[in-house]
């Protein structure tokens, strides 16, 4: 239901944006097989998660600007594996938005058809917790306005131990980037 206007852009505060799909503060999570067409916002976000597991689901999304496709928000032991995503932002999105942090992630064999406005991969922007052992590998970009592979922190948490290897792009606005600043307290 994302053809419309009041999901476009920046029309509602962030906590109020919709999410086809929303797991918080739970173990043991697997999500295989699902598709995700033109959600209102966010198509698939995962909150404090250990154990998580998405694989061979579709999102196709890319109606506006803040349509991400996959974001994993805090957590531990997270696989997402084997998913094609079209979207209108950030394809699969890695952020800490708590001290909980991330951690022990693999990211692998992911297709991303678009990331409209934005990256393919993106580490942050919201980066309150740690966020270490990260692996992206075997991925395939496409049609990424903004970066393939994007690293921003900017409130404070290390970011350490991040592997990118074997990353394909075709179309993006530049292949690596990356911010290290500061915002807000």
């Known amino acids: 239901n994302a053809d419309i206007d009041k999901w476009r852009g920046m ?8 999410m086809a799909v929303f797991t918080a503060l739970s173990k043991k999570v697997s999500m295989h097989g699902v ?10 976000v995962h909150l ?3 154990g998580l597991d998405i694989s061979n689901i579709t ?9 991400d496709g996959i974001d994993v928000v805090d957590g ?10 079209n979207s209108g932002d950030d394809g ?7 001290s ?26 919201a980066t309150v917790g740690p966020m270490h052992h990260i692996l992206f590998e075997d991925i ?6 903004a970066a393939g592979m994007a690293i921003e922190s900017v409130d404070g948490g290390e970011v350490s131990d991040v592997t990118f290897r074997h990353i394909t792009m075709v179309d993006v606005g530049t292949p690596v980037f990356m911010l290290l600043g500061a915002r807000g307290s």
């Not at 999102?59 to 349509?67: M, Q, R």
């Not at 531990?76 to 995503?85: A, E, P, R, S, W």
């Not at 395939?140 to 306005?145: H, S």
């Open 11 to 18: 029309a509602l505060p962030e906590g109020e944006r919709p």
């Open 35 to 44: 598709t995700v067409r033109n959600a209102g916002t966010w198509a698939v």
């Open 48 to 50: 404090e998660v250990n």
């Open 59 to 67: 999102v196709d999304s890319p109606l506006g600007p803040t349509h």
């Open 76 to 85: 531990h032991d997270v696989l997402i594996q084997g998913n094609t995503i």
């Open 92 to 98: 699969i999105c890695l952020k800490s938005g708590s």
């Open 100 to 125: 909980v942090g991330l951690s022990d992630v693999v990211v692998r064999r992911n297709h991303i058809r678009g990331a409209g406005v934005a990256n393919g991969l993106k580490l942050g922007t």
């Open 140 to 145: 395939d970009i496409e049609n990424a306005q």
